[in-house]
């Protein structure tokens, strides 16, 4: 929103008020685990430039998130999903995938996902998301906990 021509071409936005209200819950059970959250956010009262074409702006969105311990201590599988509507783009995703514990415990962890993904809303300078990213993405990955 800060970038020049966000909102209007050639014009930076300096300030805005930034008003959000989100709710999430969780639970887990024997090796199951379920998580789901939604929000709200709301861009007004903005100081720019030059004049800016619209006087709010309203995202609104949710994920859910579930995985199970299929092997407990050894192998969890696992998928989520997340919607967003936005006055300038709808975006949303798709993740199924695995973690491996080859030792059973959570200091080495080794990956496999797919995540379909249609007009990202994020980047990022680690991971696998670049803004408006619209495919599949293969990953695998090890990761040590130290």
């Known amino acids: 929103m800060f970038q020049i021509g966000a909102l209007a071409k050639d014009v930076t936005v300096l300030e805005s008020d930034y008003n959000m209200v989100s709710a999430n819950m969780g639970f887990k059970y024997k090796g199951f685990f379920l998580q789901t959250e939604w929000y709200s956010r709301t861009l007004n009262k903005f100081t720019a430039t030059g004049p800016v074409p619209i006087?709010?702006?309203?995202?609104?969105?949710f994920y859910v998130a579930a995985s199970y311990m299929?092997?407990?201590?050894?192998?969890?599988?696992?998928?989520?999903?997340?919607?967003?509507?936005?006055?300038?783009?709808?975006?949303?995703?798709?993740?199924?995938?695995?973690n491996v514990f080859p030792y059973g415990k959570w200091y080495m962890k080794l990956n496999a996902q797919v995540i379909v993904v249609n007009?990202?809303?994020?980047?990022?300078?680690?991971?696998?998301?670049?803004?408006?990213?619209?495919?599949?993405?293969?990953?695998?990955a090890a990761s040590f906990f130290l």
């Open 55 to 61: 006087t709010s702006t309203l995202d609104q969105g």
């Open 70 to 98: 299929a092997i407990p201590k050894w192998m969890e599988l696992y998928c989520y999903g997340s919607q967003v509507w936005g006055q300038f783009n709808n975006s949303n995703e798709i993740t199924s995938g695995v």
């Open 119 to 140: 007009r990202s809303n994020v980047s990022s300078t680690f991971g696998y998301y670049v803004g408006g990213l619209k495919g599949t993405v293969l990953s695998l």
